[in-house]
């Protein structure tokens, strides 16, 4: 019996026994009970109650690669390189990594849950199965590294883009790579992160691998496990997020529009969307890093991506995300 399994049995929402459940899947209670503590430890949120059996506390949608195309206008399909939907990685953009050559132009991989997520600076991500959405997407440029910056911040705008299709307000950026419910400054939880990892020539054929991770749904206990504030899409929209599928296809579909904006306009094209969702603009913020530690006031960013911060003096100090850790002052 695979975990994915017994998941999907599940996901209504509705109690199901122990009995029934294993008669379904054609094994014994006591393997029930083994996967169900398999998936509660894995942060799958499993409520029992006693002879009505088990049931999750709100319906969930497994993750469907037939909906999810079903979902995207044929033009969109056509251009994409592949479409997975897979229960277990280590992580999608290592999985893409692996590929390497093989992998077409807009390949795109998704997992029901991760084993090694990674966050910026090697943190890990939690990645709790059927809860929220983690995903990487492979797209080649030819004009080289050279022509990317600012590309993590343009992902960014692209990701609220599409929240704003699915009807979801209320997020915003914290740079370089942060996605943070915005309601006010002492309660921006975070809502997801974004992860570009670049390979090839500085100015020649090159390829990012952009991994995107979406909260959705958080329990209690995934609050505590984060170790940072943290919020969810559910939070954003009044208690029940979206269909974990539209907004599979929502991001899918805006990472190709945005992705080709990008590759003809660069980061510039998106500079104006960036300030309008830019969470540290006008903020007193301390920074640490490689120019030392210094405090200043958020200025947005410059036209290659760079935060910008005015400091005591009034002078504008320029700071690359590879440098530096923004803390709230």
Not at 9 to 20: Q, R
Not at 158 to 173: D, F, S
Not at 287 to 310: E, H, K, M
Request: net charge positive.
């Amino acid at each position: 019996m695979q975990p994915a399994q017994l998941l999907a049995l599940l996901a209504a929402g509705e109690p199901l026994s122990g009995a029934g459940l294993a008669g379904q899947i054609g094994v014994t209670r006591a393997a029930i009970w083994k996967q169900i503590e398999a998936l509660r430890a894995r942060g799958v949120p499993i409520e029992a109650h006693g002879a009505s059996g088990y049931q999750l506390p709100w319906p969930l949608q497994m993750l469907d690669a037939k909906r999810i195309r079903a979902a995207l206008p044929a033009s969109l399909l056509r251009e994409l390189g592949a479409l997975e939907v897979h229960w277990e990685l280590d992580s999608t953009s290592s999985e893409l990594q692996r590929r390497g050559a093989a992998a077409a132009d807009l390949s795109v991989l998704l997992a029901e849950t991760q084993t090694a997520g990674r966050g910026r600076r090697g943190r890990t991500w939690l990645s709790p199965p059927g809860l929220n959405l983690y995903l990487s997407c492979l797209k080649r440029f030819d004009a080289g590294f050279a022509a990317l910056s600012g590309l993590s911040l343009a992902i960014g705008v692209i990701v609220l883009r599409a929240l704003e299709q699915l009807g979801v307000t209320g997020a915003g950026l914290k740079w370089p790579n942060d996605l943070l419910a915005a309601s006010s400054a002492s309660q921006r939880g975070k809502l997801g992160g974004i992860l570009v990892e670049l390979s090839g020539e500085y100015q020649g054929p090159c390829a990012a691998i952009i991994g995107i991770g979406l909260n959705l749904r958080l329990t209690p206990a995934l609050h505590a496990q984060a170790g940072q504030p943290a919020s969810d899409l559910a939070t954003l929209a009044g208690g029940m997020p979206p269909d974990r599928n539209r907004v599979a296809a929502a991001l899918i579909a805006a990472l190709a529009e945005g992705l080709r904006q990008f590759e003809r306009d660069g980061f510039a094209g998106f500079v104006a969307d960036y300030a309008r969702h830019d969470l540290l603009h006008g903020q007193p913020l301390q920074l640490s890093g490689a120019l030392g530690v210094f405090d200043g006031i958020g200025a947005g960013v410059d036209a290659r991506g760079a935060l910008q911060v005015r400091l005591a003096d009034g002078s504008l100090r320029r700071v690359d995300s590879a440098d530096v850790t923004v803390r709230r002052a």
